[in-house]
């Protein structure tokens, strides 16, 4: 076995983690230019965490003034904190005769059940994140009306109509989202009420395809995604990993662009050589990967329950 075996196997494992399982309602979402700070860097209390210089100051300004010298006007800004979550693996092993040699299609092989449910466990906790708390002004939950006929589903779910959308819109507005950079990220059940209705929706919804252009829809960018977050029937976010009960519903998520943000933090391998393991004589591999996905305010975020 190669010298530098698990420094090979860690940088493509890192590769693989930032293109593994994509949800497209994250493409487009900055990474936060700033460090990340590690704290016990390695112990079992590691902690990732960035710190994000903020503001709401805007600039008084002065309409056709003659009066001098002009007023000062005191700049202030502020710094958000926030701490990167920790995704661990349990321990992989493996024999030594499946890690002989270093090529990628071995690694991608031994290693694509710990990338893909990192990955999938962030693209989750992401979307969860992105969805309010609760309805207010600034973070408007829509329940779904089944339009002017209330109509339903075979369960009594009342489906989302081209009425709901124009109505979260306007709660939107009145959240003052800016018009352009509208994204909202379909839940499978409000993603086949759009299908069914043709008229309206179904011919830009057949041409979602991989390469394609997202569907506009009312000022929306449209995306889909399998795993949203799960609210109460008083419109209130259930904690990430509630199980669904009869009566909660799944959300479509929406968000302005500029209101969220995600960094990636440090990746650690663990590695115990099957040479010094007699016991089991195998290669003991786990992984510790940091990320994080938020808004960086309670505010231009809604959900459509």
């Avoid at 860690?10 to 293109?19: A, E, H, K, S």
Wanted: glycine fraction near 6%; charge should be neutral; aromatic fraction near 10%.
């Amino acid at each position: 076995m190669p010298a530098n075996f698990p420094e090979i196997w860690l940088g493509r494992v890192i590769q693989n983690l930032d293109t593994a399982d994509q949800a497209t309602f994250l493409d487009r979402v900055a990474v936060l230019d700033v460090p990340v700070t590690q704290i016990n860097g390695g112990a079992m209390n590691e902690l990732n965490k960035i710190y994000v210089p903020t503001t709401e100051f805007e600039a008084d300004i002065l309409i056709n003034n003659n009066t001098y010298p002009i007023p000062f006007q005191t700049y202030d800004d502020d710094t958000i904190e926030i701490t990167l979550d920790k995704y661990q693996t349990k321990v992989i092993t493996l024999p030594d005769d499946q890690t002989i040699g270093s090529a990628y299609g071995v690694i991608d092989t031994a290693t694509k059940g710990t990338t893909r449910p990192i990955t999938t466990s962030k693209n989750k906790k992401a979307i969860h994140s992105f969805a309010p708390q609760t309805h207010t002004t600034k973070t408007p939950v829509l329940e779904a009306t089944g339009g002017p006929d209330g109509l339903t589903d075979a369960t009594g779910r009342k489906i989302l109509t081209y009425e709901d959308v124009v109505a979260f819109g306007r709660m939107c507005d009145d959240g003052d989202w800016p018009d352009e950079n509208r994204l909202l990220v379909l839940c499978k059940a409000h993603w086949s009420d759009l299908l069914l209705d043709r008229k309206r929706f179904g011919d830009q919804m057949i041409n979602y395809k991989k390469g394609m252009p997202l569907p506009m829809i009312l000022g929306f960018e449209i995306h889909k995604y399998v795993k949203n977050p799960i609210y109460t029937a008083a419109r209130v976010k259930k904690p990430y990993g509630s199980v669904q009960e009869p009566t909660d519903r799944e959300a479509s998520v929406a968000y302005y662009l500029e209101a969220v943000t995600k960094k990636p933090g440090v990746t650690r391998q663990y590695f115990t050589p099957a040479v010094i393991n007699p016991t089991r004589q195998s290669n003991d591999l786990s992984y510790r990967h940091y990320f994080v996905a938020v808004p960086f305010k309670n505010e231009r975020i809604g959900a459509i329950i």
